[in-house]
């Protein structure tokens, strides 16, 4: 029950990411979007089977020690966006952002005692997985939002290396999250007890 749990954990937090994309990608002069009908908490328009389901479920058997997913990217046309220099690191912003004010909000009620026991994993979950989302999204690797928000911030010459970048972006990010997430997990430990305490 409790892998049960994490998987919806996980499929609601990514959920949000996403639509978090959405709407920020709206605000900003974008309904790609809202066209494609994707401004919704309902996840069934948003599940990737491989990112949602089957990788998430084989790390929680394996007790890799993280839980790691996606969901199907929500549809942006960068082009549309009002603020051509800083739209585009604006909206990868906001699913990383999305996840931090979740992980905040749970994990403040878990420091403030108002949380019930018979809800404490469910809740600790909540937090530690949208803590993993967010470090694991801002990490500069094309497709994660560190990337866009990354070469949004480099002046327009080193855009020819995130074109090479992402030709090879998930096989990064595979290798990154076999072989060097360990580097990166301290991180999301000392987010989780700054937040909770």
């Known amino acids: ?3 049960v749990f994490q998987i919806i954990v996980l499929v609601m937090s990514v959920v949000v ?3 978090s994309h959405g709407y920020a990608a709206r605000a900003l002069g974008d309904r790609t979007a809202e066209y494609a009908g ?6 069934i328009r948003h599940i990737d089977l491989w990112g949602s389901i089957i990788i998430p479920a084989i790390l929680i058997f394996s007790h890799a020690g993280f839980v790691i997913g996606w969901a199907k990217p929500v549809p ?3 082009h549309n966006l009002r603020n051509q220099r800083w739209g585009e690191a604006l909206v990868s912003a906001a ?3 999305s996840n931090i004010l979740l992980a905040l909000i749970f994990g403040l009620a878990l420091r403030f005692n108002l949380v019930p026991l018979s809800a404490l994993p469910l809740v600790m979950a909540i937090v530690i997985i949208n803590l993993v989302l967010a470090v694991f999204n801002l990490v500069p690797i094309p497709p994660l939002d560190g990337s866009k928000i990354l070469f949004s911030v480099l002046p327009p010459r080193f855009w ?4 090479a970048l992402e030709r090879y972006g998930l096989v990064l990010a595979i290798i990154f999250i076999l072989f060097l997430w360990q580097f990166v997990s301290p991180a999301v430990e000392w987010l989780f007890r700054f937040i909770v305490g």
């Open 1 to 3: 029950m409790d892998t």
């Open 95 to 97: 699913g990383p952002a």
């Open 38 to 43: 994707r401004l919704t908490l309902n996840p």
């Open 17 to 19: 990411h996403e639509v």
């Open 160 to 163: 020819h290396i995130r074109e």
């Open 76 to 78: 942006v046309n960068p």
